[in-house]
T-cell receptor, first 117, second 115 residues
Framework: AQSVTQLGSHVSVSEGALVLLRCNYS??????LFWYVQYPNQGLQLLLK??????LVKGINGFEAEFKKSETSFHLTKPSAHMSDAAEYFC???????????????FGQGTILTVHP | NAGVTQTPKFQVLKTGQSMTLQCAQD?????MYWYRQDPGMGLRLIYY???????DKGEVPNGYNVSRLNKREFSLRLESAAPSQTSVYFC??????????????FGAGSRLTVL
């Protein structure tokens, strides 16, 4: 079984400050990991994904995440927050598709990011 | 390129009424999914279809049925709506990447209220 825990349902930062959104996962096999972003009244968009290549993954809009196997973590960071980053962020885990495992995604509970001027 | 299109965007039902949420994708993806989103609970998988002609239960299938009409379309039906089914519903589709990762593309969502 696989699961995802996002630490902190709400994170608030000032514009220009570091953004850090925490995600820990549990998986019985090497995982694939994803961060999705949801802007108000929209669907989810893929920010970045880890697929067992480089452990530091760069995504869109200046976000990046680092896969740390020893800590079972995949935290999302951005050096300088912008007002347009205000959204809800979801971490998700899956294992490799194929056979009965299929590659289904399991999502965390979400973290709402607020950016103050 | 429309991606994943869901209809309707908003719907209000009375308890016991039935309705169908429609979903279509134009990306030639094999797999399609229905999720529900509730505050503080993330997205939970209701049903999925790995390929045309197959459907399987996800995490929370009770009270729902699905139909994979063809490769493009995957509908979700509530036969007798209950207030507990008040939620935002998302359809998604995916195609396996060379890496083996399953990357989902989501629709804009359908907000359903059951009174």
């Amino acid at each position: 079984a696989q699961s995802v825990t996002q630490l902190g349902s709400h994170v608030s930062v000032s514009e220009g400050a570091l953004v850090l959104l925490r995600c820990n996962y549990s998986s019985s096999v090497p995982p694939y990991l994803f961060w999705y972003v949801q802007y108000p009244n929209q669907g989810l968009q893929l920010l970045l994904k880890y697929t067992s290549a480089a452990t530091l993954v760069k995504g869109i809009n200046g976000f990046e995440a680092e896969f740390k196997k020893s800590e079972t973590s995949f935290h999302l960071t951005k050096p300088s927050a912008h007002m347009s980053d205000a959204a809800e962020y979801f971490c998700a885990v899956s294992n490799i598709a194929g056979g009965t495992s299929y590659g289904k995604l399991t999502f965390g509970q979400g973290t709402i990011l607020t950016v103050h001027p | 390129n429309a991606g994943v299109t869901q209809t309707p965007k908003f719907q209000v039902l009375k308890t016991g009424q039935s309705m169908t949420l429609q979903c279509a994708q134009d990306m030639n993806h094999n797999s399609m999914y229905w999720y529900r989103q509730d505050p503080g609970m993330g997205l939970r998988l209701i049903y999925y279809s790995a390929s045309e002609g197959t459907t399987d239960k996800g995490e929370v299938p009770n009270g729902y049925n699905v139909s994979r009409l063809n490769k493009r379309e995957f509908s979700l039906r509530l036969e007798s709506a209950a207030p507990s089914q008040t939620s935002v519903y998302f359809c998604a589709s995916s195609a396996l990447q060379l890496s083996g990762a399953n990357v989902l593309t989501f629709g804009a969502g359908s907000r359903l209220t059951v009174l």
